[in-house]
């Protein structure tokens, strides 16, 4: 059976689309059957990050309420044996789902995929809520930014609240020159503010979002340094799973 992945964030902005998109294709690459669904309803961004923009037809609110089934909402990635995207509706949608809609068809993926990672709209609500309904795990991202990390602990309260207690963090955007200055928080600092497993740390680099841009995640080209640390996080979020 499949394993769920959630990956949220306290606030915009922090790149947890992007770490979405990145340790989706390095799962695909590792030949692992994977699907990305992008649950940031009203604000989808996760098919631009994969560059299937033009691709998307039907989408997860269409699944979930019944309009289309599962196959017909999956975006095939065709750079790829294994990587399939759901992409979320393109506006704020008030059809009637439920967090039992959500769990309903993570089972069913899970029957087909080894990963399903899950996307959810930034801070706390009924779309996190809805995103966590399945999740074996969640991986909040955060940056070296004090309302960044608050924010960051909130989500990590309201999961556990709904029941997800298998929780981890990965700082993103890190500035090494700025925090040696003391001008943003030290990794000790923000250590010290959560209450999560730390797992790692993206250090800040043009070549991530200039390669985001363009719809190819930056993991694509292996043997880089950023590629390589995307890939130990990778390692930890799968030995966290079990």
């Known amino acids: 059976m499949g394993k769920v992945i959630l990956i949220a964030s306290g606030k ?7 770490f979405a998109a990145n340790i989706g294709t390095l799962l695909a690459l590792r030949n692992k059957n994977v699907v990305l669904i992008d649950m940031d309803l009203g604000l989808r961004n ?8 033009n691709k998307v037809v039907y989408n997860i609110m269409d ?4 309009v289309c089934g599962i196959k017909k909402a999956l975006i095939k990635d ?3 044996e294994s990587l399939y995207l759901m992409a979320a509706s393109p506006y704020r949608d008030n059809r009637d789902i439920t967090p039992l ?7 069913k993926l899970k029957q087909e995929f080894d990963y399903i990672i899950i996307d959810a709209p930034a801070g706390v609500g009924d779309g996190l809520e809805m995103a966590a309904a399945a999740a074996d795990i969640a991986v909040i991202i955060t ?3 004090y309302a960044s990390v608050r924010d960051a602990d909130v989500v990590d309260a309201k999961l556990r609240e709904i029941g997800v207690t298998n929780i981890c963090c990965v700082v993103n955007k890190v500035n090494a020159e700025l925090m040696a200055m003391g001008a943003v928080p030290s990794i000790t600092d923000i250590t010290a503010k959560l209450h999560m497993k730390m797992i790692g740390f993206i250090q800040y680099d043009d070549n991530v979002y200039i390669a985001t841009n363009r719809g190819v995640p930056i993991v694509f080209k292996p043997g880089t340094y950023i590629e390589k640390n995307f890939s130990n996080i990778l390692d930890r979020i799968i030995e966290e799973l079990g």
């Open 46 to 53: 996760l098919d631009l990050y994969l560059g299937l923009e």
């Open 78 to 80: 065709k750079r790829f």
């Open 143 to 145: 940056e070296a930014e």
């Open 63 to 66: 699944v979930l309420s019944g």
């Open 101 to 107: 809609h959500m769990q309903v068809l993570c089972e």
């Open 12 to 18: 915009g902005g922090t790149g947890k689309t992007l």
